[in-house]
């Protein structure tokens, strides 16, 4: 970690500087069993705070959380025809319990509709019992053959919204709320910028009435599925007996929705805001939000560099995440060297001459500005400071994603080449024929990200297919995904 | 839940009390996986808090969260003798995975020391990488065949604490203060006393040097194993190669503990302070601290008193976690009844009546006294009353438990009297052979819960063993067990 070898760069090689970086900045180590990763506590802290923050949200929203068994019987997963075609294989088994052969195979779950709407139907009885606004913080498993740290694990961390609703449109509208929740975490907290939309039908969730999607750009160009929500209409209702007494007095299946995010976001905030010189956090996300490194070459230096670090600390308690590395093994530079790989957002130096003119140095993270400030109104500074930094860096990723989609008339040699080449959201026309989607993505491994929302699409509205030339009945957003 | 069927009496059958306030109160449900529970939303706030209070406490002496894969080789849970054999016959194993057989099966952890020792082994290389202080919240599996809501399910939530030391005084040092910040977190938040102290040989952790554990007494006066804490010696470190260099240059095997406690303490909750009307949760663990019930009987008595309440609810915010019952499909009767049951530790009761003297009339749930408060200085009535609540339950719990705790001289027929009858914490001496303590607990079920940490030893040490009547060498905890 403290060796100053450097990364790769991202223009040399984006897979390698992502993994390198990753690695080398602790977020995550592989382990010992194919697939799964180690999440290490500075990449978990990320994790909290994002679950904090999307905790916040999803109970300022009426939802409350709970906990569903891990296994689930293998006949339950199988009862919903499409979503044990989309899930079956992936999964994990169990088969062995305590010594023996279970009767029943237990499938470890790779997302959870078919348990908790088991349960819903023994808890709903009325539509006085609706809405039933449920999230669950758990751990999933999907048998993946190609796994990528945070980005794609057999196991992985998520949160699991599941709700009931006594219409289609009360469905509908949770499902659209939980997608504008998503964003605003992904764009108020990770400093992201996502186009929101609808899914096709190739690529809804396996069970559902219609998927919504938050899809972001990396710095690859290649788009990133960050969040998702469903309108699972009464599919699984009717295959579990979620049944309800309307308040007209007859009985009517429940209408269900479900939407999750994991720590793939992890791997979204390093591929959207990493550099060639490491991670940087959006300081909302920051388990540090500012190191203080201090300068000193004598011991009486040391003594007093250290006495103004730590009463500078004091007076930020309760306002800024403020961490002093105070370790005497290591040189200045070598300490800027590692904060950067790690992406503290702002660094403050603080050395005997500072202090001599009573002021510090604080070092942006994101854009490496240093700027002299007085220490009496440092923290004031310091604050005003990390809300610039966490505006600009979404002001900076909405650019640079601006700068790589594409609207208006484009041929299909050119897209193919696009596609080939550097990549890019690509908003286009398509004549809605799921031949086309298919031939497209067997032809340049693109597929249509969303039919972005109203405020996504392009002022002109395309007037044919990209592949076929077709009339388009809607405007989709291409590019290749992870 | 709304309909007053009483529950099932503590006196009349103490384990029907149990599962009925559990299953009504809405804690917890059975799954379909045989073992397996469901955490309800009521029970999970209760876990969202305690996992709090307990994170900020290990934070606060330096640990970290992290979090490691839920599959663990099973060649890797082999390599520690003792650990083998105490977790292997209850292990869940996948043996298929993405449809095929796996060439090696893996283990649903169980406990996570074998997967976490192996990646401290690639992170630690120098005692300046120590102390490493890791913590984990995650869900186990232990093939249980008799289970019980949240005291034994197959699958359940815990944290497991992982530590690496340079040495073995660190790491004893380590575990007897995780020990305290578990004794701590359960007298002052749970207002649950334990008795704290070291476990024989027959019952410590399988794989470890010396296990400590709070031990606390349920109403039915057995006891509840509630958080242990271990000291692992370097039995890991050699399996798992986990060695770092020397201060002084040499190299040696890295001293590890561990420490876990489990949503198990929600079940300890319930048994420590339920009553016959239902559960009683200490106010510092209540994700609602206090229940507003309105009282009306027209439409203008309910617009005003509704008003006083929504006026004292915004009064209250950030000092109580308060809710308004505002149900008009329910009397009051029957809300008083509904969070009797649920525990909530204060009841607003506020009817046109109270206004009129400008009051409100709190109730305990704890001791159900009721007291008038005028309402201009409630918000302090109250935050004062809910510190008082908390000290009660406390000092009630303890007393109870010293009522049924047995000091001084005892023959062994009355000891197998005393546990095949109401149960008490017997207090008593033993010469320290395995072979009396194994008799014990096949005559009586009773085992030696702990040899108690010196101040909860008597004033006069026990002289000859409950058993054989040879010399004592140390006092012991006898207790039947849950």
Redesign the interface.
């Known amino acids: 970690m403290s060796d100053e070898k450097k990364l790769t760069t991202r223009a040399a090689d984006f897979s390698a500087w992502y993994n390198d970086l990753v690695l080398r900045a602790e977020l995550a180590?592989y382990?010992?069993?194919r697939g799964?990763?180690?999440?290490?506590?500075d990449g978990?802290?990320i994790?909290?705070r994002m679950q904090r923050a999307l905790d916040d949200m999803f109970k300022a929203t009426g939802h409350?959380?709970?906990?569903?068994?891990?296994?689930?019987?293998q006949s339950?997963l199988q009862r919903e025809a499409q979503h044990v075609e989309g899930f079956a294989?992936?999964?994990?088994?169990?088969?062995?319990?305590?010594?023996k052969l279970l009767e029943e195979?237990?499938v470890?779950r790779p997302t959870s509709e078919t348990?908790i709407y088991?349960?819903f139907a023994?808890?709903v009885q009325s539509y006085?019992d609706l809405p039933l606004l449920?999230n669950q913080w758990?751990?999933v498993?999907r048998?993946e053959?190609r796994t990528r740290l945070f980005l794609r694990t057999?196991?992985f961390?998520w949160q699991e919204g599941h709700t009931a609703h006594a219409t289609h449109d009360e469905a509908e509208a949770e499902a659209r709320q939980m997608l504008g929740v998503y964003r605003q975490f992904m764009e108020s907290w990770m400093a992201m910028p996502v186009v929101t939309g609808r899914k096709t039908d190739a690529e809804r969730f396996a069970g559902a009435l219609r998927t919504y999607s938050c899809e972001a750009m990396m710095q690859d160009n290649k788009a990133l599925q960050a969040g998702t929500s469903h309108n699972l209409g009464q599919n699984f209702a009717k295959v579990f007996d979620l049944k309800f007494q309307t308040e007209s007095g007859g009985t009517d299946f429940a209408w269900n929705t479900s939407w999750g995010a994991s720590t793939r976001l992890i791997g979204g905030l390093v591929m959207t805001h990493g550099d060639d010189n490491g991670l940087r956090v959006p300081p909302k996300l920051a388990p540090t939000e500012a190191v203080v490194v201090p300068i000193w070459r004598t011991d009486e230096e040391k003594s007093r560099v250290l006495g103004a670090a730590h009463a500078l600390r004091t007076e930020l308690t309760g306002r800024v995440r403020v961490h002093i590395d105070a370790r005497d093994?290591m040189k200045p530079g070598a300490k800027y060297y590692e904060w950067e790989l790690r992406g503290v957002p702002v660094r403050i130096e603080l050395g005997p001459r500072d202090l001599d003119k009573s002021q510090a140095v604080l070092v942006r993270r994101d854009t490496r500005v240093k700027q002299p400030v007085a220490l009496d109104h440092l923290a004031a500074d310091l604050e005003a400071l990390l809300i610039t930094i966490q505006d600009e860096m979404l002001t900076a990723a909405r650019k640079r994603r601006e700068e790589h989609s594409v609207r208006g008339a484009i041929t299909y040699d050119a897209f193919r080449q696009l596609m080939e080449g550097e990549g890019a959201f690509v908003y286009a026309g398509w004549c809605g024929d799921a031949a086309c989607e298919a031939a497209i993505k067997d032809d340049t491994k693109a597929t249509i990200r969303v039919l972005p929302d109203e405020e996504f699409r392009s002022p002109e509205a395309p007037r044919t297919c990209l592949k076929c030339g077709r009339p388009s009945t809607s405007e989709a957003v291409w590019a290749k995904a992870y």
């Open positions: 180590d382990s010992p069993v799964c990763m180690v999440i290490r506590p978990y802290g994790w909290e409350r959380n709970a906990y569903f068994p891990l296994f689930i019987p339950y294989p992936e999964t994990a088994v169990v088969t062995h319990g305590g010594g195979p237990l470890v348990i088991a349960m023994k808890w006085r449920i758990a751990n498993v048998w053959m057999l196991e961390l093994t």
